[in-house]
């Protein structure tokens, strides 16, 4: 076999353009034992294919279905969402008891006194909200005499 025409169909293979029978010849030259001294740094690359088709499978693979994946995260699924509204409910029952015991007075004169004493707070927030609004007003009718004149 010519030298120069295995040459190019090495340079048509390393392109990727080579037919299935080009390369065919090339594994069919690497395989035999007269190859070109130059050329001899691809023989492993050809022999790879050669010896790829002689190995066999011996591991087994055991595959698991998606219906049995599905069906254990479906359980487990299941049982976070139990354990969730379990702690939700727990935690939630006290909450729900403070609550109601919360602005409840049997004396008259008790609930009188922390009646007054939200009321003054109430007073209190809401002058330091109008002390505020004050200084708006000053703001405004200054703003209006620097830009009116």
Do not use: C
């Amino acid at each position: 076999m010519e030298f120069s025409k295995i040459e190019a169909l090495l340079e048509k293979y390393f392109e990727g353009e080579t037919s299935i029978a080009e390369e065919n010849e090339l594994k069919d030259y690497f395989s035999s034992p007269n190859v070109a001294e130059h050329l001899e740094q691809y023989r492993p690359l050809f022999g790879y294919f050669a010896e790829a088709k002689e190995q066999k499978l011996t591991n087994n693979v055991t595959l698991i279905s998606k219906k049995r994946k599905v069906a254990w995260l479906s359980l487990a699924a299941s049982i976070v969402m139990m354990i969730g509204i379990g702690t939700y409910t727990y935690f939630n029952v006290n909450t729900v008891k403070e609550n109601q015991e919360l602005g409840t007075y049997d004396d008259p004169e008790e609930a009188l006194e922390a009646t007054q004493k939200a009321l003054a707070m109430l007073s209190d927030n809401v002058n330091v909200g109008i002390e505020g609004v004050q200084y708006l007003q000053v703001y405004e009718i200054t703003k209006n005499k620097a830009f009116v004149e």
